[in-house]
């Protein structure tokens, strides 16, 4: 048997290395915990901003949006409101629609001009045997590579009540073709 005065030490020993133990398991605990709660931070972040970036989408899309299959329409510069490009006031060129909305359209044209403080256009075009006359602002460019056509964003302005039923008749109708099946098939550009 060992004298209990020689078992002192050893139990001391003992306790040491426990309380070694859990402090280093709390330590690493600890920093676990820290590594892991930034990690939620962050996706709380990220999470917030693809929250708030969700809502503006939703917000820009404030009108249904319809495709359309290229049908022509004439756009007519109002104005340019840049006094070197007046001359071009009053001009007139073809292009494609794209999609349309009751808050405006994208067309594609040929003609590439500058919209660097928006251009006033009145678009006209016939479609589903309705004829539309419409006031814009063009605020919106896209080029692409290797494409003959440019794409505008317009943004009517000054639409009457019954221009937007109009439109809105319009798209509910492609809507109503669409899902018969009486839509031409689409084509890219």
Known sequence: MIPVWQLVPLAGVMLFMILLAGLIFHYHYRRVLRKDEATINGLKSDYARVRALTLRLKERRK?????????????????????????????????????????????????DFPIRHGVDVTVTFTAKAMHFQLSGRVLRKEEKTGDTHVRYGVQFTELTAAQETLIQSLINQTDLDEKKGNHPKRTSR
């Open 63 to 111: 009108f249904r949006r319809v495709r359309l299959n290229h049908e022509k329409c004439r756009i007519r510069i109002v104005d340019f409101k840049e006094s070197s490009l007046s001359p071009l006031n009053n001009e007139t060129l073809d292009g494609e629609m794209l999609d349309l909305s009751v808050g405006g359209m994208k067309f594609a044209s040929k003609l």
